[in-house]
DNA sequence: GTTGAAAAAATATTGAG
DNA sequence: CTCAATATTTTTTCAAC
């Protein structure tokens, strides 16, 4: 789908508050409300947008720690082992990667020791894969709401 | 802040879809709308529910591609490298780590070229970076709209 | 902490330029 | 594609339990 700049204005300000009404978002771009709701019916149909989001606070709900699992994979077991992340409650992402790590996963969990239960059980040790490296996130200096558009 | 089932089932739905109707949400969880709206208002003021975002096709606006940067930054030029990155339009987000890097970034960029741009202009050669290794996200097998309430 | 009902505001829909 | 007007639905407020 080809967008327009006023589609990507309607994006920007979807993408830092999706509760906009859509009658403010048309007060900002200078359009009408009917026509910001056509828009955005039609990227939401074709997949620009894809869904809203509440951003909760890890914290709030119990999850003290998270982070960053780099993994190899062994030959021919891919999809398996892949298929076992993706399952895992903790396990947010799941990226195939090139360089050093074959999959890149971002995890969350209570603490420490529930970190470590995860991944001596149910990851690291996990048949398909080799190898494993856990960076613990000890602080996120920076995080954008959304893509630069 | 004290979560109970109730605000933990509000969280779940908002999660999934930050635009359903507080009616709908009350209806689900067999409550009045204005006692849906009270807890999401006490839970926003709390910083339990930290915004609620669009969550827009990275490639329909022109991303083509992804990657995890690995950091590794010099003694006390820390601040400042970090400010710098934060900067970066490009640059999603920004984590300190344990483990084999100290700072974990997330970049996106148009292709291959404006990645290898980014990354020996504005990235690997800044001041107060040593060694850096860029993983490009092939795929994304599994990500999931939020946390595990 | 919760509710139901009223008032205010927003969204969805329609028909036409 | 855009708009204005209308119908529908939701948000917001508030007195009362």
Redesign the pocket.
Known sequence: MEL?E?DKQILRILQEDA????????RRI??????V??????MEEAGVIQGYHASVDARSVGYGVSAFVGLRTDQGREEEALAHLAGLPEVKEVHLTTGQWDVMVRVHAEDTDALRELMFDHIADTEGFARSQTMIVLGTDYEADGLPI
Chains 1, 2 share one sequence.
Do not use: K, L
């Not at 509760?19 to 048309?26: G, I, K, L, M, N």
């Not at 200078?30 to 026509?35: G, L």
């Open positions: 327009d006023t509760r906009t009404p859509f009658s403010e978002v048309a200078d359009m009408s409300s009917a026509t709701h056509d828009r955005v019916n039609r």
